[in-house]
């Protein structure tokens, strides 16, 4: 009978297995041909962008003559780049999440979380999915003036994109092999919901202890599970809505909707896309090579020229990620081969990450230009000299750290060598300044001027440095809209839960209480400080400064602090988050660029942070560094 039963249980489990393995195939199927169907369009609309925006920037600026539709059928293209964009990246699993948890557990625990997280998105998806439908419906009733042409074509974007991203939900779930856990990770999630909807009366006399249940909670409880933060933002503003209020859930989609649809945020792909181009193109190579030359020959003469070639680098691309990636191959292996330890390496180009997130065209300048309506102009100008200061400091550490160093036997460049290697530099060294004046002068705006810096850099790339790949444009294409869609879908819930908090009257309520505080604006200013370290190593950059930017800036002018300096002293407090371990995700994406252990960069880099730290201060005690040269 023993043998029986066991040879039964056997073929259940065998027929287990093969069930699970027939439905991981035909997941498998349906993803393949599903990516294509998806990157294809993604990537040709990137491009379409790019032509779009600067054929309009040239009819306005060259011809005289304005291509009054080229704005609405950019903010047409957009919104649907937007949403293809985030349905590959929830393809690719490449939504920003927080993986501190899930990246400590093995085995079963780890598939029960990497499932939660995709139940608890797909919940998310599932109930928005008809006011998606309806507010695409209700658009198609609004005929644009340009192109005269219906905003359902627009709209419609928002269920397409959110179907795709159900769909690459359902089948990674149908590809996890371990299907006790996938079941149970269900559960904690139909519990939930049921359990808001059982408490709805009670929920609803609670009034503001609300805001704590779901935007404190529920978004704490959905990051650290590792559901990925957009979809914790739209599920705590949905929950919020739908258990407490009596406002309908088509809010939700048209507030993503509004957070995604500034024009100002197409720079975002488009640098995004600029920055490739500029490693690819050796435009980056020849910068560092340029620096190399004056300064490599000194005592710790590399950790300047990263330090100076991240400054410069970043004024090109805006991207953390494009940036470390661009400099660290090109520099790593002779500073390894000179001697320099790894923890150092990692730890000083992680720092200088931090350093310059305000060096114009940075994508967190952008998006908080476009949450806060601060002008990006005034930002792009502010953001310069406060980069600057950061990377002095930064060279004062190295020269202390660098002073018992052995010097290695490096000659000096000869100044003929480095007069060529300026030469070869100036086309990539001129980038920051041309893409700066274009915005000052107001030849583009800050979307249009990096279209012409894309094309800049292709024509410097093929006729300069003659280092074209054209097999590579496909993919960047492609990645471009998978960071663009993660990005903004992010700033699309954000807009949801500040509306949330908002209407709620929470914000009338912080700024009483933090207008009362003792002390004004430097109590004010260094509450800041505290908050955005917190939230930059929790909720990485944009969704800090996008969630409570349209909160704490009015505050800060109701105390008296200049919009811009507090603009700058909130992006490199994000900052210092973001890359400082053991939670700041850049530290991780600059450890796994460099291929260096993060282990070993932990201590060195405390130095480093303490000297961004400091600058920092003096950034938020000195105005001038920020708005002199408004």
């Known amino acids: 009978d023993r043998a029986a039963d066991m040879s039964i249980a056997s073929g259940k489990d065998a027929a287990s297995n093969a069930g699970t393995d027939i439905m991981a195939r035909v997941s498998c199927r349906i993803d393949a041909v599903l990516g294509p169907l998806i990157a294809i369009p993604a990537g040709f609309l990137v491009a379409l962008e790019i032509v779009v925006l600067f054929s309009g920037a040239m009819a306005r600026y060259v011809f005289h003559y304005p291509l009054v539709w080229s704005d609405e059928l950019a903010s047409l293209l957009f919104l649907w780049l937007a949403m293809l964009g985030a349905a590959f990246a929830f393809r690719q699993r490449e939504h920003m999440r927080m993986t501190a948890l899930v990246s400590r557990t093995t085995g079963p625990p780890r598939q029960f979380l990497e499932a939660l997280g995709i139940w608890a998105a797909l919940a998310f998806l599932v109930f928005v999915s008809k006011p998606a439908m309806d507010y695409a419906q209700n658009e198609a009733f609004i005929i644009t003036p340009g192109m005269g042409v219906s905003g359902m074509w627009r709209a419609a974007a928002l269920p397409v ?3 795709l991203m159900a769909l690459c939900a359902v089948l990674q779930l149908m590809r996890m092999p371990d299907r006790r856990q996938v079941l149970l990770a269900l559960i904690p999630v139909v519990v939930l919901i049921l359990a808001f909807y059982g408490l709805q009366p009670f929920l609803r006399t609670l009034g503001h202890l609300n805001l704590l249940i779901f935007f404190v909670g529920v978004i704490a409880i959905g990051i650290f599970a590792g559901v990925p933060i957009a979809f914790a933002f739209g599920l705590a503003t949905l929950g919020y809505l739908v258990f407490t209020t009596r406002i309908p859930a088509s809010i939700v989609v048209s507030r993503m909707d509004e957070g995604m649809n500034q024009l100002i945020l197409l720079a975002v792909p488009m640098f995004v896309f600029l920055g490739q181009l500029m490693e690819m193109t050796g435009m980056a190579r020849a910068m560092v090579d340029f620096l190399a030359s004056l300064v490599g020959h000194v005592r710790g003469g590399l950790n300047y020229v990263l330090v100076g070639a991240m400054y410069l680098v ?5 991207a953390k990620s494009a940036d470390m990636a661009a400099v660290a191959p090109a520099l790593f292996p002779e500073m390894i081969k000179r001697g320099a330890k ?5 730890a000083l180009l992680a720092a200088t990450g931090a350093q310059t997130e305000t060096v114009p065209p ?3 300048l952008l998006a908080i230009g476009a949450a806060t309506g601060v ?8 953001g310069l000299l406060p980069g600057l200061v950061l990377g002095l400091i930064l060279c004062l550490v190295v020269r202390f750290r660098c002073r018992s160093e052995v010097p290695m036997d490096v000659r000096r460049v000869p100044a003929a060598q480095a007069a060529r290697a300026f030469v070869l530099a100036l086309p990539a060294l001129a980038l920051p300044f041309l893409i700066r004046a274009a915005v000052v002068e107001g030849v583009a705006t800050a979307t249009e001027v990096s279209t012409i810096g894309i094309i800049y850099s292709a024509v410097v790339g093929i006729v300069i440095y003659r280092c074209f790949d054209w097999r590579r444009l496909g993919p960047m294409l492609v990645y471009t809209a998978t960071l663009s869609g993660a990005i903004l879908l992010i700033i699309g819930a954000a807009t949801g839960v500040s509306w949330g908090l908002t209407q709620s009257g929470f914000s009338n309520m912080l700024t009483q ?3 009362g505080l003792p002390g004004g604006a430097g109590t004010f200013m260094a509450l800041s400080i505290v908050l955005f370290i917190v939230l930059g190593s929790v909720l ?5 400064v996008v969630l409570f930017g349209p909160l704490l800036f009015p505050i ?4 008296g602090i200049h919009e811009v300096q507090y603009a700058m002293v909130v992006i490199i407090a994000m900052g210092v988050g973001l890359f400082l371990p053991p939670f700041g995700v850049g530290y991780y994406t600059a450890c796994a660029i460099a291929r260096i252990d993060p282990e070993k960069g932990l201590r060195p880099i405390m130095g480093y942070m303490g000297a961004v730290v400091a600058g920092l201060i003096l950034i938020a005690t000195i105005p001038w560094i920020s708005i002199g040269f408004l």
């Open 161 to 163: 994109g959110l179907g």
């Open 314 to 318: 970043s004024g090109i691309s805006g």
């Open 342 to 346: 790894e923890g150092d390496l990692v």
């Open 362 to 364: 940075s994508i967190v």
């Open 375 to 382: 002008s990006i102009s005034a930002l792009f100008t502010g």
């Open 513 to 515: 209480a933090m207008v």
């Open 540 to 544: 990485e950059g944009i969704p800090a």
């Open 556 to 559: 800060a002018r109701d105390v």
